[in-house]
């Protein structure tokens, strides 16, 4: 990914619509062929020197062609007719985000094979759910997964989506208005390119589109971070359900020898808000003044071979802690059966309501003993409910026994994997 971002990536991009216009323009009669060929041969740049040129002419455009021409030769006074730096500056950025896109889409497809194989295996791995960071009802490891591959899924569309969107160029010349370019120049440059022609663009492609690449990046990263903020939580000492591996040799603490840190979730937690943080910038970059100026261009020379190689390398991070989870059922069952059960109370309030209670009877009596349970160091909700007389005379032993059967959550949950095709 870095590699995209590097001043060659970014000068070769240019060089390559500037050729392609050229083409455009030999196909439409207006560059003689030997002129057309000697570009083919010829049109090289050297960033350096396209440095040393624009630390006198201030413009980077300018800069290299000067440097192309330079190799060029007579020939070069074809190269760029009746364009404007954004024509090369903006159809080049945009091979560089397909580019980008195309990378990102491979490692979402990475980290999506990882949790689906993790879920899958999980499937039935029974562990508590919790709202509020509290205890709610059993669900399984294998169903917490499926939200996030559900969620991966559409990270993944929201990808090719955007390359679709981000895949246009212009070669419409200043203020957009093709006075001193054909638009037929614009058609065939794109076309070499495997861009769309943007509908109207000004002297600038709009920043609209480059603002939604930023969000959906950052979009993204904060679904990383949702699973990473899961992790981090389920890896505390008091839960220890899941733990990131940790290597041999590996250590987490300088003073504490004992410590386990989930330092690579945590760092994807932290990078997430570096991606946020661009956001409020490339919205910022959408008013320009009237068809152009360019208090857009610093930022974005920052901020999009930021965000790419942030998303590239949090991708790749989480898909090796997937990989690489330990899962501890023994612990989510010791969890989930804290207080004697008291997870199943609305199984027992189902339970005496079908037997003919009222809710608000049943709900009293079911709080009443899941209380007295949580209230008390080793209390049991269930041996609290059968020794109450008001549960015994309402429900048979077998009856109260089932409200504590992990099966009825997970009756329905193929609903999901159905719905996922594991």
Not at 12 to 24: F, H, K, Y
Not at 112 to 120: C, D, M, P, Q
Not at 241 to 250: D, I, N
Not at 337 to 357: E, H, K, P, T, W
């Amino acid at each position: 990914m870095a590699n995209i971002w590097t001043d060659q990536a970014k000068y070769q991009s240019w060089l390559d619509v500037e050729i392609a216009a050229c083409e455009a323009n030999c196909k439409l009669g207006r560059i003689p062929e030997a002129e057309m060929e000697q570009i083919h041969q010829k049109a090289t740049f050297d960033p350096k020197r396209i440095l040393e040129i624009e630390s006198e002419v201030r413009h980077d455009v300018i800069a290299f062609l000067t440097n192309v021409n330079e190799n060029v030769g007579d020939a070069g006074r074809f190269i760029h007719l009746g364009m404007t730096s954004s024509d090369v500056l903006d159809t080049g950025l945009a091979l560089q985000l397909r580019a980008s896109i195309t990378l990102l889409i491979k490692e979402i497809k990475n980290l999506k094979s990882s949790i689906r194989e993790l879920a899958i295996q999980h499937k039935k791995t029974v562990m508590i759910g919790r709202s509020h960071a509290i205890h709610g009802e059993p669900i399984t490891f294998g169903f917490k997964l499926a939200g996030w591959l559900a969620e991966t899924n559409r990270n993944l569309e929201r990808l090719i989506r955007l390359q679709d969107d981000i895949s246009v160029g212009q070669i419409s010349g200043a203020m957009g208005t093709y006075a001193n370019t054909d638009p037929e120049v614009e058609k065939l440059t794109c076309e070499s390119l495997n861009l769309q022609a943007d509908t109207a663009s000004t002297q600038v492609i709009s920043r609209d589109r480059h603002a939604d690449y930023v969000q959906t990046l950052a979009l993204i990263g904060s679904s990383l971070d949702r699973f990473a903020t899961e992790i981090r939580n389920l890896q505390r000492t008091d839960v220890l359900e899941v733990e990131e591996s940790f290597a041999k040799g590996q250590k987490g603490s300088s003073a504490m020898p004992h410590k386990r840190n989930p330092i690579r979730s945590e760092r994807i937690s932290g990078l997430a808000r570096v991606l946020r943080s661009y956001v409020v910038a490339s919205l910022e970059n959408i008013a320009l003044w009237h068809e152009r100026d360019i208090s857009h261009s610093s930022i974005e020379r920052m901020m999009l071979p930021d965000t790419s190689i942030t998303l590239h390398f949090m991708l790749r991070e989480m898909t090796e802690i997937i990989k690489g989870l330990g899962v501890y059922p023994k612990n989510m069952l010791r969890n989930m059966n804290i207080y004697g059960g008291v997870v199943f109370s609305q199984r027992v309030l189902l339970a005496l309501i079908d037997s003919g209670m009222s809710r608000e009877s049943a709900y009293q009596i079911v709080q009443r003993n899941a209380h007295t349970a949580w209230n008390k160091e080793g209390g049991d909700f269930q041996a609290n409910l059968q020794s109450d007389q008001e549960v015994i005379e309402r429900l048979t032993p077998n009856q109260l026994a089932k409200c504590f059967d992990t099966e009825i959550h997970q009756a329905n949950l193929h609903v999901i994997w159905d719905r996922l095709g594991i």
